[in-house]
């Protein structure tokens, strides 16, 4: 069992404290550019990696800093063939927002069929290692490199480095406008910058808000203002007490035990997220960033449902499918990957609470919805209806107008950013054909669309799958899916309609 040394027993395991290791020149042996690329997505896995170019030839910008003192613990198992040992390292304060990365290790044999740790179809998941101490002489024969520059994917247009949207449109000014728009008793437009603006053409792609569930969204959120009488109630009565660092750190771990993951992923903490988790490539590792200013205990596990059960497990399964590189996807004629991704993901993100209401994948299809016909402000207003915390309704209409410049334009072609109602539009989908879908082999095959499984479920390879724990028991994921629809008030014959 994995387990945190004595602060005493630390000091006897340090690696070379004269040279601390931060998580920047960690690695998961045996994972291939191509993988990370297919996980993550290439415009993403590329960034990272130029990013990680700039910082070699500009050591003075890196943001991984030394730090002081670096608490490591080096663990192995009984000899296992091709199994390779890394290590477990959890950072101490002092080295900026790198201070808050964790990376949890155990055994994994990564290699170019993936098979590692999890829980297959039909199979129980296999027991983990108890890991061993041993002495720093012995961890010379660790090699930790750094995933090698120079294997970029060259697959025609995606070889070209470009940032993820994500990234582009969120603002380089969001503080100072947040002072000013506060100042001005919430009556001023924020004018926001960018450091890598993206093209009208891309915003106005990404810019469509839709109506179609906005009724189902409404009342979504008046049913919670009914039961609980204000969202801050809602939220501290499902959600409970935010948790300390500490507690995170210990409810990952665990989650990641459940999983059969644990050694798979960095996870970082931090309060600069508009998000409440993201699932990303950092440094060429899979990455996993938490806002700990939203982690409270209830909702924790499912986020990691959400981020690790659903998006990362997908990512690693697609991997290996012949649909794994856009050119697959192209030649199969496959649908996108959303709403279903992110519908999966947000009904695990309830799933099992003992009130599954669906707030926020509704809030944010609303906010997006009246974002493409108001101003920020009177966008900022509107939300009281159903918000009352400034600093909570300032989130939410950020997330729904990032990208624009001038955010007193409603009526401008790109008024909003409307991935947000991807959320509710994705769950409502899956809810409506719950009963026709086999989740389990929604997982295994990757990054695809509920409406494309039956076709390609004889094409899939199905070695080393990963399906998580939650979804072991279809007869308890299928009881879920019906308290989702009993809570929420929705109905077959409503979806039907809709659908």
Not at 55 to 63: K, T
Not at 122 to 139: D, E, N, V
Not at 153 to 166: F, H
Not at 193 to 218: C, G, I, M, W
């Amino acid at each position: 069992r994995l387990h945190w040394p004595e602060t005493e027993m630390a000091k006897k395991f340090v690696l070379s404290p004269e040279k601390p290791l931060s998580p920047s020149h960690l690695y998961l042996e045996g994972w291939s550019p191509g993988v990370l690329k297919d996980l993550f997505g290439t415009s993403s896995y590329n960034v990272i990696l130029q990013n990680e170019e700039d910082e070699h030839q500009s050591p003075i910008h890196s943001p991984y800093r030394r730090p002081k003192r670096t608490q490591c613990l080096v663990s192995t198992v009984s000899r296992h063939p091709g199994v390779t040992p890394v290590v477990l390292i959890r950072p101490r304060e002092g080295y900026g927002d790198s201070s808050r990365s964790q990376i949890f290790t155990s055994c994994t044999k990564l290699g170019n069929n993936i098979a590692v740790l999890g829980n297959p179809i039909g199979l129980t998941p296999r027991p983990i290692s108890r890991p061993k101490r041993i002495s720093q002489a012995s961890s010379s024969r660790f090699r930790l490199p750094l995933l090698a520059r120079g294997s970029t994917a060259r697959d025609g247009e995606n070889a070209v480095k470009k940032l993820c949207i994500l990234t582009a449109i969120k603002p380089s000014n969001v503080e100072s406008e947040k002072t000013r728009f506060f100042k001005s008793d919430f009556t001023y437009n924020p004018q926001f910058q960018y450091s890598n603006p993206v093209s009208l053409q891309v915003l106005e792609k990404h810019s469509n808000a839709s109506d179609r569930f906005l009724t189902q969204a409404v009342r979504i959120m008046e049913l919670a203002l009914q039961k609980y009488g204000s969202y801050e109630k809602f939220e501290q009565a499902t959600g409970g007490n935010l948790l300390t660092k500490s507690r995170i750190w210990s409810h990952v771990k665990k989650y990641m035990e459940k999983e059969g993951c644990v050694g798979e992923i960095v996870v970082h903490l931090t309060d600069d997220l508009l998000s409440r988790a993201s699932m990303t490539v950092v440094n060429g590792r899979p990455t996993l960033t938490i806002n700990i200013s939203t982690a409270r205990e209830q909702w924790l596990e499912g986020m990691l449902r959400h981020e690790i059960g659903t998006h990362y497990f997908r990512g690693i399964n697609n991997s290996q499918q012949p649909w794994s590189s856009g050119a697959g996807r192209k030649k199969l004629g496959l649908r996108p990957l959303n709403p279903t991704e992110e519908g999966l993901a947000s009904i695990h993100s309830v799933l099992f609470r003992r009130d599954p209401t669906l707030w926020r994948a509704a809030l944010l299809y609303y906010t997006v919805y009246q974002a493409s016909r108001m101003s920020f402000s009177k966008l900022f207003h509107d939300l009281g209806r159903f918000v009352h915390d400034p600093n909570t309704r300032w989130d939410y209409c950020v997330r729904a107008k990032r990208g624009q410049t001038d955010t007193s334009q409603p009526g401008s072609t790109v008024g909003c950013f409307s991935k947000d109602q991807v959320y509710l539009d994705g769950i409502l989908k899956i809810l409506r054909h719950r009963e026709k879908i086999n989740f389990q082999l929604l997982t295994a095959l990757g990054k695809v669309s509920y409406e494309d499984v039956e076709r390609l479920k004889g094409l899939g390879v199905m070695e080393h799958v990963r399906i998580p724990h939650f979804l072991q028991d279809q007869s308890r994921y299928s009881e879920q899916l019906q308290k989702i629809m009993e809570v929420n008030q929705l109905t077959d014959e409503e979806l039907r309609t809709l659908i």
